[in-house]
């Protein structure tokens, strides 16, 4: 069981960059039609310096170009099959666009339990920043763990 020593604790950054073809195919698997996400020219004439990526991307990037996807799982020794995604939350402090390298710096920063024990929500948070040392965005997920039942 996860308890208060994992707040704090960090995992493996992850460097990623933002490509057309990937981003492309994000934005075809949801069905995203927006022109702006879309086409260079309709991006720059809305303010941004290449084509954006929509706000959940970043979570799909980090997860795809991780050597371990689920490295804050297997570090706490959490079985998968009794994870839940709980919650996601993207916080922009500046524009991701086409050709950025981002890097990823999750850590947790919440244990908590509930439901006397039943389950517990981990909170992490992932710092990110571009090829330029600048910090666009946050992004938290809450995974929530239900846990075995003694016997």
Do not use: W
Request: net charge negative; glycine share 6%; with cysteine.
């Amino acid at each position: 069981m996860v308890d208060q020593s994992a707040v704090g604790r960090s995992f493996t950054p992850v460097t990623a960059r933002v490509e057309p073809g990937r981003l492309r195919f994000f934005l075809d698997t949801l069905g995203e039609e927006n022109p702006v996400y879309r086409d260079a020219d309709t991006a720059r004439k809305a303010g941004y310096a290449a084509t954006p990526v929509p706000p959940t991307y970043l979570f799909c990037l980090e997860m795809m170009d991780a050597t371990e996807p689920f490295e804050f799982l297997t570090a706490l020794d959490i079985d998968l099959a009794r994870v839940l995604h709980g919650e996601q939350r993207f916080d922009y402090h500046a524009p991701v666009v086409v050709g950025d390298t981002l890097t990823f710096r999750p850590k947790v920063t919440s244990v908590t339990e509930k439901k006397g024990g039943a389950m517990t929500l981990i909170v992490v948070e992932t710092g990110v920043t571009n090829q330029n040392g600048v910090h666009v965005a946050d992004v938290s997920r809450t995974v929530v763990v239900r846990n075995a039942r003694p016997s």
